[in-house]
Each structure stands twice: as C-alpha cells, then as structure tokens.
C-alpha cells in the first residue's frame, strides 16, 4: 500500500470511529440526524407525537449484536446492587444514552432513569436487563392494533356516523392504551424483577442523580473551567448559544466577570455551555455526563445553520439534574427578596444544577470585589459603642464573660489581705 492511500485510509477509519462514536450508535446508521432524535421524542408532554410515533413503531425483534460496552470494562458496576453508588448509577443509565436502540421517551415517567434507579441496564433495542437477578424484559411500547379495536368497538354503540369524529375517538383511544401500556411497565419496573432479588425490595434515593459537590464554590469552579477549557481546545467549532433563562436569582451580568484559566476574554457561548454541564467529547461533539445526551455542533454551525442557536438548558433529557431541580435534589437558601427586616422567615429553593453553578460564579465576584468601605464605618461604631440592640444572645454572652474577667483582674491589685501579706513577707 503506498503512503498516500495509507493515510487516507487511516484518515477514513477516524472519521468513521468519530462517526460511530458520536452517533452513539454501535451497530452503524451513523446518521447525523439520529443524534438529534432524541430531542424530537422528548416533547414536553405525552401528546399526539407520542402516541402517534409509538403507534407506528414496529415491533423489532431484539437484534443479537448489540452488546453493553460497560460489560467490558474493567470496573464495571452494573452487575451489582448497589442502590447508594453514584456511579453505579451513571453506568447503568449510561447504557440507555443511543438513540438507535433505546426509544422511551425522556418525558414517560417509565424513562431511562426510572429503570436505571431500579438496576436495570439496556443490554439490546429497548431490552432492559438486571445484572444481579439476570431477568430480562422488552420494553414495547406500540400500541397493539387489536387492543385498539377492541376499545374501539366498546364505544361504537354510543357513536358511529361521524368519520371526523372517529379521528379523534382514534387519538383518544390510542392515547388511553398508551397510558394504560406505560403504567403497566411502570410496575413491571419493580415486579420483573426475580423473587429473591434484591432490587425488588429497594431502588436507589431519589437523590441519586445529584451532581455532587455544587454547594463548594471551589469545587464548582475547578469543575466549570475544566469543562469551559474542553470546550475551547476548538473555539471555532462554538456554536451561538442562547442566554441563560433569567430567574430573580440569576443575573447575566456576573458572568461578565468570569475568569477563565487562560485570563483571555471569556467566551460567553462556551461558557453557558460549561455552565449548564456540557463538555467535549469529541471535536464535533459535545456531551452531558448527567444524561449521557450528545449534540453534534455542525447542526448549529455556518450560515445557513440547522438550528440557530444552540439552547443549552433545553437540550438535557427532562431528567437530568442539570436541567431539572428535582433530579438534583439540593435546597437553597434563597437570599431575602425584600429588604424589609420584617421577612426574616427563611426561603427554601430547590434548583437545578446550573443555577448551582451560576451562583457559585456570582459568589466568587462577590468575594473578589473590594467591600465597600462604607459598611466598614458603618459596622465600627457599633462595636466600639457597644450598643446592644442587635448583637446576638451568644455574642451578649461572651460580652458578659470578657467583662467579670476583667472585673477580676481589675480586683486583683485591690486584694488587701494578699497585698499585707506580700508586705510582710517582704519586711522578713
Ligand atoms: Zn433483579
Ligand atoms: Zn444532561
């Protein structure tokens, strides 16, 4: 082989394993538009899209070679109960991330993550499998023309003339079947389980799918730039990202502040980005490590783009933490709205993940700017006065202690009795 067709051969394999790797797909159709069918399944609620995709999804008979890349890796945790192990979980939920082989939608409440928080794993085309009691289970969600027809005919007595009328009675009906199919899998997720298994009796907390460590400021940051530098190692492939939505609690103009690594001027589109949990994976490709979602960045690039700009909220699966306050499980204290002293009731809020982000930045430049020296004026009377009015019962307390111990040093030298004896002493 000569040195030229060698190199484009190699050249070739890279852009297909880069093909194959983005499309997540390890049986090929590395079609660029797999990727972002997730997206057009993860509409908002279980609406005509819904129904109507799964009503015509045929049934596939579960293909022989797809295999669970976790299976081979060396650590791999998936075959173990582990219902407290983070990443027990993120391997396990992990294995549902291809389009081509897992077709729940994000927004069913019978979702990856409701069948990862219970031990199973995607091991073929919507096959789950536990790997502790070794059960197995097709997920098919079509709805069954003969269940169709059967409570089609139910209703025919009451009206038959209409064909209009029969559309929508179709919709209906096939909604209501699809309701009753995913309520029956909803159990199925418990109750498939083997008798003595022990995922039958417990699944993971609610809260394991937090992203851990976004109340430490450090470790957020530390977090937010290595994913900001993975991003820039190819500015140019950055697409246009919306701004963030805004809520009382965030403030666009804190990110003006951000320091990034490099102390160059901030990217502000790889920084929402980063924000919001996405990093690299690879040139093309950026991914979230919470929901395993991967975007390809071409969609969103050149001048007559795909997609505009690219919404970095949005684009997680309902589920994920960084997107969803529920999922990330972590209450905030929300600083006082007003400034009336009368709203001392403290506020609870729980938030998704890259409000926690976003609130570290703005905490960092709040540390960073040189406070104000009127507070300091304002703070050093009181203390010098001592007027009491609003220090606190502990602070009154160790007032009162600091006070009788000088009390007793300003004693001391008036001790009569010690001080004679110390004369006589003396005299001898
Ligand atoms: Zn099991
Ligand atoms: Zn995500």
Request: aromatic share 6%; hydrophobic share 30%.
């Amino acid at each position: 082989m000569s040195y030229a067709v060698e190199t484009k051969k190699r050249k070739f394999d890279r852009i297909l394993e880069a093909l194959t790797d983005s499309a997540a797909s390890p049986a090929g159709s590395p079609s660029r538009s797999s990727l972002i069918s997730h997206n057009n399944t993860s509409t908002p609620s279980l609406t005509q899209d819904t129904a109507s995709d799964s009503s015509k999804r045929r049934r596939i008979a579960p293909t022989t070679t797809a295999t669970n890349p976790a299976a081979s890796s060396s650590n791999d945790l998936t075959g173990h109960y582990l219902p407290s192990s983070r990443p027990a979980f993120l391997q396990r939920l992990e294995t549902y991330r291809y389009v081509t082989k897992w077709h729940v939608p994000s927004t069913d409440p019978i979702n990856a993550a409701a069948w990862a928080k219970r031990g199973w794993i995607c091991v073929d085309t919507d096959t789950v499998a536990c790997g502790a009691c070794k059960e197995r289970l097709y997920v098919d969600l079509s709805v069954d023309n003969e269940a169709l027809r059967a409570k089609k005919q139910e209703g025919e007595a009451v009206n038959d003339e209409d064909a209009a009328e029969d559309d929508e009675d179709d919709f209906a009906i096939s909604s209501e079947v699809y309701d009753n199919i995913v309520r029956r899998y909803q159990s199925m997720i418990v109750s498939a389980h083997a008798e003595s298994c022990l995922w039958r009796k417990r699944g993971c907390d609610p809260s394991i799918q937090r992203i851990e460590g976004l109340l430490n400021t450090h470790l957020t940051l530390s977090g937010l730039r290595s994913r900001y530098d993975s991003l820039m190692s190819h500015p140019e492939e950055i697409p246009l990202v919306e701004s963030l939505p805004t809520t009382t609690l965030v403030d666009p103009d804190e990110l003006d502040q951000f320091q990034s690594n490099t102390g160059e001027t901030t990217n502000i589109n790889a920084l929402r980005l980063a924000i919001c949990g996405w990093e690299r994976k690879t040139e093309d490709v950026i991914e979230c490590r919470h929901c395993f979602r991967s975007l390809g960045l071409w969609l969103y690039r050149g001048d007559a783009p795909a997609i505009s700009k690219l919404d970095a909220v949005e684009n997680h699966l309902e589920y994920c933490p960084w997107r969803l306050a529920e999922a990330q499980d972590t209450e905030i204290q929300r600083p006082h709205g007003s400034r009336s002293t009368e709203e001392v009731v403290s506020h609870k809020e729980r938030v998704p993940g890259w409000v926690l982000v976003y609130l570290a930045i703005a905490k960092n430049n709040r540390q960073r700017r040189p406070r104000p020296p009127a507070s300091v004026t304002a703070s050093e009377p009181a203390s010098t006065k001592g007027s009491d009015e609003s220090i606190t019962s502990q602070q009154r307390e160790k007032k009162m202690k600091d006070l009788l111990k000088r009390m007793k040093e300003i004693k001391k030298p008036f001790n009569v009795k010690g001080l004679l004896k110390r004369k006589e002493k003396a005299k001898t």
